[in-house]
């Protein structure tokens, strides 16, 4: 077995440093086995989160080499084990011991965002008749694990810390996938302008990049979001049909 | 270091947030009790949403002779008729409810051509029955349910575990344990307490369960007096992945055979069609054509063989790979690439239909579904025992404590089918929230004794006492856990018999005594080791409750398959295994006669045979 190094971020809210782990290597390992090799064998109070092992959980997010991975699905073949692989939290978020951060931001913004609201049903077993085309965008929200993978790379949250005007591109495409299901019923626009800052959003695709579930984040759920605000508060018809209505 | 016990109080206490936990949340909630919902780990990542295939519900959307009846049969056809009948009955009637709210709530369920709920086929249903989402079906109803509960102000303690229950009397009147964040003790009072913390797959080595699977609930209600039931009954999902190594155990969904996969030894052969079971003769395909049209939905044809539940499809993989006709990495191949010669576009079928397993054997195998077959052998998956319900509350033999989901036993008898777990899931949340809120309400909040605290907060800070795991000759309780996987995994497994569960046996008591000592290194926040070491006695109530309940059942029924009695037994179709703590402190078994089916269902069982 091969051996490789792994420089991984040891610390708490009040700092911390990278230590340098020198472990075995298999074939077909991911950056999640080396983890736990190192915690079961030279540090077992190394905290780190995880659950699926599959990259259906979005527990174990992490910064690999400084790109934002889910660790069980970075396999070791992809990475070049000639020079230590590091291994730290997302760094947008506080930290709360070694790889794992304080996301309870994240579940509250949740909240903020209008539940899901059915239209009246179709057929008197209170059931609806939906056509499975309309239905492919909001599945490819859907698909979301909520790792905040795309969260700790937006700009407005990591580098200025807008996180109370805005909500991140997590909450863009959750607003999306409900705005966009052909049962619901509610009107999110306002709040995404006036509450949510959409605006805020300058369309960098980061978010894209580094969603383990390729959602198109930007072009599929922000941008048609901001023209519906953009509709809905810019077009000057509808602005001249306000003034007379005097809304 | 004195931690200061922060106290918590509710009506109804929710622990574990699956598809059990919320749903039953939700429904205690919405009657108006004051609900908290502890989750393991951060709410929407327990293992429902690993769950890939569907949710069983008799709507009939796609094949208009599905009834509730027919589930019924199937489902206790699956279970080897152990199951508690009344469970299987109420889950049959109302699963389809349950679905419909699922939608009412913003789950965006696949459709049919005229835009209804589509609905797929799976292993031991007779018709097309799978309500899902591709193959991310979990997920969709973990998401559903969570977006739903965080607006009916359920307070949710996220990464906190609870390590025992409190009793007033008989009665559970809360619960004590920690938050893994901070390392703090907690107390919980509540009128009644609902256990919803899935299963024990983590007893084993090859496993499709996360880490949280350590059967806390399990372990909760034995030692709070309840009983436990049918622990002999683990399932081991036939198609787990076998390589590389550190994937091994990761489950690949049954839906790859519902769209049509097929199960090869290394010489090509369907295997499948070699061993057909008599009661499942007249429902499976003559040849590999009528198999096809089947899962084409053509309604005159019968399952192809590798739709069998999935008790009997692991124990043919494991005699292939017995017999040394397995694939290179000791499992055999899984085929779904082949559909190409069937139907046209088969490489953006299989991508619309079953994308996330597309995308884990891409990721973490390097290797092309629609290409090439995949590898998979046995995995444990979910244990159809667990605690002792009553049918239609869901309340244990302890008054106070509810038990819904994976953690409770009965519906699935024997055998789970594929599917009725999603379904289980919601039918017996809703109806563990529902029974546990009027019983808090009528019997109010109970009294905690100061003893119990110091017990309870003892236990739980010992392992720091006793030092560093690893160092100065004290164990760490990772080595402790290996061990007992290793060992539950080679004399506990998928073949069974007499000499091995009794050398388990032992090897139980030794192990228990190890993880009595076991020490851990570092502070309290945030401690997996020290995590590691509070789940050790719960895995091992678990295990010694699997080999016991094994060790008696001298037959083999379902998931419980034994080498030294290779034949289904009438008499013990007759009881279920229950253990329970004596007085003595030591586990005790004895056989609970099941009550007779009532005319009715005995007679759609007959009409569906």
Known sequence: MAKATFRIWR??????EFRDYPTEVGEGMVVLDAVHAVQAEQANDMAVRWNCKAGKCGSCSAEINGMPKLMCMTRLS????TQPVTIEPMRAFPSIRDLVTDVSWNFSVKKTIKKFKPRPADNADG?????????????EFRKCIECFLCQDVCHVIRDHGMTDEFIGPRFLVYTAALEMNPIDAEDRVDDLKQKHGIGLCNITKCCTKVCPEHITITDNAIIPLKERVADKFYDPVKRLFRVFRGG | MAAELQTHEHDVLVIGAGGAGLRAAIEASATG????LICKSLLGKAHTVMAEGGMAAAMANVDDRDSWKVHFADTM????YVNNWRMAELHAQEAPARVRELEAWGAVFDRTRDGKILQRNFGGHRYPRLAHVGDRTGLEMIRTLQDHGIHQGIQVYMEHTVTSLLKDGERVVGAFGYDRERGYPRLFRAGAVVLATGGIGRAYKIT????????????LAYQAGAELMDMEFVQFHPTGMVWPPSVKGILVTEGVRGEGGVLRNKDGKRFMFDDIPENYRNQTAKDPEEGWRYTQGDKTANRPPE????????RCINREVKAGRGSPHGGVFLDIAWIKEKIPKAREHIQKKLPSMYHQFMQLAGLDITVEPMEVGPTTHYVMGGVRVDGDTQMSSVPGLFAAGEVAAGLHGANRLGGNSLSDLVVFGKRAGEYAAKFAKEKGAGKVTQDQ???????LFEPFDRGSGGAGGVEGPYKVQYDLQDMMQEKVGIVRNEADMQAALAGIETLKARATKVGVVGNREYNPGWHTAMDLPNLLICAEAVTRCAIERKESRGGHFREDFEAKDPKFATFNNIVKKGPDGRMRLERRPIPEMRADLKQIVEENK
């Open chain 2, 33 to 36: 009790a004051s609900v908290g």
């Open chain 2, 208 to 219: 499709s369960n996360s880490w949280e699977y350590t059967g806390d609930g399990h372990s």
């Open chain 1, 11 to 16: 610390g708490d809210a009040k700092g911390g």
């Open chain 2, 77 to 80: 056809r699956g279970g080897q």
């Open chain 2, 453 to 459: 605290l110091d017990a309870a907060s003892r236990a």
């Open chain 2, 307 to 314: 739709l069998l539940t999935r008790d009997h499809v692991a």
């Open chain 1, 127 to 139: 059931t609806w008749r939906v056509d499975g085309v309309d239905i492919e965008r909001p599945q």
């Open chain 1, 78 to 81: 992809d990475l070049d084990l």
